[in-house]
């Protein structure tokens, strides 16, 4: 296993740094307004619904497959929505899956693939959930832990070692052949920081997300490179495996304020907790006010290789699409879904996830991309 690292001290530094490649950096492309056109909504089992959704992907023939992390299962739908089949339950065996924040799936050919931190693995399964193997992954959960698919037959499961008495965290490639090349993740920006972290009752920490706070957003590309973009601007660098910019995709946008009212409400976990533990020493003791939202939301690939960037805009969240050299084709609004689970898009379908405005349960929505 080859470990890939930029030359610059942080990939952070030379993604914050990168000028723009195109001849007119800053300008704003016209390009064809897409739209997205809302096929089928997929709710939990009648019995007991959804326990925490955390994925989903559609296989060669549309069949719709939702990852149920919080019920370890994995439930297939036929491309109309009707009920399949459900592929796993808890356990450590063959087909089984163990209790963790972020698992993921994706595809390896027509293999199924899916990351199991809570047994140290990636397991590969037929579609029909038929039990292949597995490549051991390291335990590493939380919200923000996922596999990632990088074309449809490659993907990437989170690692890390030691570095300077930090953990730096990696991504390793695997093929149908197994793991390969290693890739360094940028850092998040220190200034300003993320989370307040805050002791509780009985020595537990809890940890509060700072609203609208800039980070970094990294994706491994359809060519082994890494994508990667601060989201305090619309600058998104291509890195090849030895560091080198491959080349930038830049955008000015007209930053977007935060409201009073979406601060209050944004920091009110926060100030409740405070209300009810006074004395608390939290780190930072309070959030510091964005006065701005950050422009990007999330990044990904398509089967295709092309680049979906969504981001923030005056008129409401956007997705902007590139093709693999890097020209914007397609822009259109942005669905609404949930920012930790990652859209998914193959052919001519996006699916997302979203909360149903009657239930508060998680729905799959998905969408038809129409292209002029």
Known sequence: MRLLAPRLATTTALMLAACGTDPRPGARPDAPAWRLEPVKSLAGPADTGW????????????????????????????????PLRVIGRRGAGPGEFGPAYGMGIGWLGDTLVVLDPGNARLARLSPAGQWIGSWPAKRITGRGVRLHQATLSAVYTPDWRPLDGQAQSL????????AGDTLVMPERPKAPPGAIVCPAAGGAIR???????????????????LVTA???MYRIAFLSVRGDT?????REMEPVAVSDSEWTADIDDY????????TASCDPSSPPRMRV??????????????????????????????????????TMPAPVHDSDVPLYV?????????LDSTTGAQVVKGYRVSRP
């Open 171 to 178: 991504l390793v490639r695997y093929t149908a052949s197994g």
């Open 293 to 330: 939202k950050p422009v990007l939301r999330n990044l990904a690939f398509d089967d295709a290789g092309n680049l979906w960037v969504e981001h923030r805009s005056a008129n409401g969240d956007m997705l902007d699409v590139f093709d693999p050299a890097g020209k914007l084709i397609g």
């Open 51 to 82: 326990t925490r959704l955390s994925a989903v992907v559609t296989d060669a023939i549309g069949n719709i497959y939702v990852l149920d992390e919080g019920a370890a299962q994995i439930r297939v739908f036929d491309s109309a929505g009707a």
């Open 271 to 278: 100030t409740s907790f405070r209300a009810k533990n006074p």
């Open 230 to 232: 601060g989201t305090g």
């Open 207 to 225: 940890f509060f997300g700072i609203p609208f706070a800039p980070g970094v957003l990294a994706e491994p590309g359809p060519g082994g490179e």
């Open 246 to 250: 491959l080349r930038t995709i830049v």
């Open 346 to 354: 193959r052919g001519s379908r996006l699916y997302a996830i979203d």
